[in-house]
């Protein structure tokens, strides 16, 4: 029973010559298995271009609903579109809890992965480029196993970026690193998405803080979606900023709240 | 330096078993239960173009059920992977297959296939694909399904997940299969010549201990023990560089 009514970030945030991406409509979205009802009557609506942080406690659904979105599950009832009223297949980059590099690919070959899948023509100089701003610039023939967790998380983001996938979906890719790590990679890809419509999924507080445009909590048995909480600013904001530490407060009292 | 020390470690443990054997030899045993080294060398010599007549008949053997048997386990794994309704007809009866001790099956092969190679690739084929199927089944089944979600939203179609994704996935179990495959392989070649055959180290060595030639005896088993372990370490090091991003701990100078 969700609408974000938020005006869709200003066009100038947005290279002109990039079209705007489209949103993500969420329309009565049902997941059962069996007797359970993991949640119901799910309505979502994110608009283009933002940056939307879904938080949870674990097993309350959201992976699910981030498969579904992304194609992989089949939902019991309802459907999902872009807001654009077309399907979002082939239009959505996806990554996972782990980073999941094939270990016999290099960091290069692993980030054109897609390309090799497709069977296209690998276009190096746009995976130069991405390597560069991920910081993996001349580790391009390192096997994921040489490579630190950061590092590896790097790469994924090199990988997703790679697609040219107007809306991107995270399901908690950067859990497994450390605080100072995780820091610096939620900065890399708040910066490396402002162009896309992105939702990540997270367990962390202060990471939807400083990343999402809007924070969205799904809580209960079966799960429903609470009140979005609206930041303002730029993500990624810094780690102090008031503003986030309110709300990552508040986040957190929601969430023990809605625990009990 | 530590290259070399360990490239000369199996020839001073083949030294060393040849001097426990050479001691053994000044013993009361007598030379037709246990002939010196040097009788069997002699042997060896002697009787060369006639053992490597023999040798190349089970080295050809052994390669036609380790390539048929590679390739029917291969077939086999990927037909139960993609059709689970197949799998549930197959699985029994490839595991009666293997109740059935294949030693058994030898008399029955060589009397419908003959004499000559057929019946010991069969056998061969018989004792390889096994271990093939199961251990390619399970990695390619295995395979993380993160990798293969990955894979579905970056629009990749069944053959490039295979090619891609699930083969590489189900390599390391494969590398398996391929080293038991190895070591097994020589035993069906050896045991189908034994039951009836007109060629193969194991004709000469049946021959040979009929006549009490002791020394042939001793030098087919060389040369077979010679080709076992070469076989086994080929595929050793082909398995190496296939799986070359598998951490290998057992690498240990």
């Known amino acids: ?260 | 330096m530590n290259r070399l020390h360990r490239a000369s470690r199996p020839l001073i443990i083949f030294a060393g078993l040849l001097l426990i054997w050479y001691a053994v030899t000044l013993t009361s045993v007598p030379n037709y239960l246990l002939p010196t080294p040097l009788t069997v060398a002699k042997a060896l010599w002697t009787g060369r173009v006639y053992l490597s007549h023999h040798f190349l008949i089970t080295l050809s053997e052994i390669a036609m059920g380790l390539f048929f048997g590679l390739l029917m386990g291969m077939l086999l794994a990927l037909t139960m992977m993609y059709s689970p309704r197949l799998q549930q007809w197959l699985m029994p009866v490839l595991i009666i297959s293997q109740a059935i001790p294949v030693f058994a099956l030898a008399p029955l092969l060589v009397l419908w296939l003959g004499f000559g190679m057929a019946s010991k690739v069969v056998m061969a084929t018989l004792i390889i694909f096994f271990p093939v199927t199961a251990s390619f089944f399970d990695g390619l089944k295995r395979t993380d399904p993160g990798w293969l979600e990955l894979a579905q939203t970056m629009n990749a179609d069944g053959l490039a997940e295979l090619r891609h994704v699930r083969l590489m996935a189900a390599l390391p179990s494969f590398g398996s299969g391929m080293r038991v495959a190895a070591a097994v392989a020589p035993i069906g070649a050896i045991i189908g010549e034994w039951v009836g055959s007109s060629g193969g180290l194991g004709y000469v060595m049946l021959n040979a201990n009929a006549r009490v030639q002791t020394e042939v005896c001793f030098a087919a088993l060389f040369l077979l023990a010679l080709m076992a372990i070469v076989l086994v370490q080929l595929v050793d090091i082909s398995v190496r560089k296939l799986l070359y991003w598998v951490p290998d701990s057992s690498n240990t100078r």
């Open chain 1, 1 to 260: 029973m969700n609408a974000i009514s938020q005006q869709p970030l200003p066009a100038t945030a947005m290279p002109a010559s990039r079209k705007a991406p489209p949103g993500i409509v969420v329309k009565d979205l049902a997941l059962r298995y069996g007797q359970q009802t993991i949640f119901e009557h799910l309505n979502l609506e994110i608009h283009s271009g933002e940056f939307i942080a879904l938080l949870g406690a674990s097993g309350v659904g959201k992976s699910s609903l981030l498969k579904i979105i992304a194609g992989l599950a089949v939902p019991s009832a309802g459907n999902v579109m872009g807001s654009d009223g077309l399907p979002l297949a082939g239009r959505i980059a996806y990554m996972g809890q782990q980073d999941l590099l094939y270990p016999w690919l290099n960091v290069r070959q692993n980030v054109t992965l897609g390309a090799r899948l497709r069977r296209e023509k690998i276009d190096d100089a746009w995976a130069d480029h991405l390597l560069e701003q991920v910081g993996l610039a001349g580790r391009d023939s390192l096997l994921p196993a040489a490579l630190s967790g950061g590092m590896r998380q790097r790469a994924a983001i090199a990988r997703t970026l790679y697609e040219r996938r107007p809306i991107v979906l995270m399901d908690e890719p950067f859990s497994a690193l450390d605080a100072l790590t995780r820091a610096k990679i939620q900065e890399l890809a708040a910066e490396l998405l402002t162009d896309c419509t992105a939702l990540l999924i997270t367990h962390d507080p202060l990471e939807a803080c400083r990343l999402g445009r809007h924070l969205i909590v799904l809580a209960g048995h079966p799960a429903t979606l609470g009140e979005p909480i609206t930041l303002d600013g730029l993500p990624p904001r810094a780690p102090d900023n008031p503003q986030v530490l309110q709300s990552q407060g508040r986040l957190l009292r929601i969430l023990t709240e809605l625990h009990q």
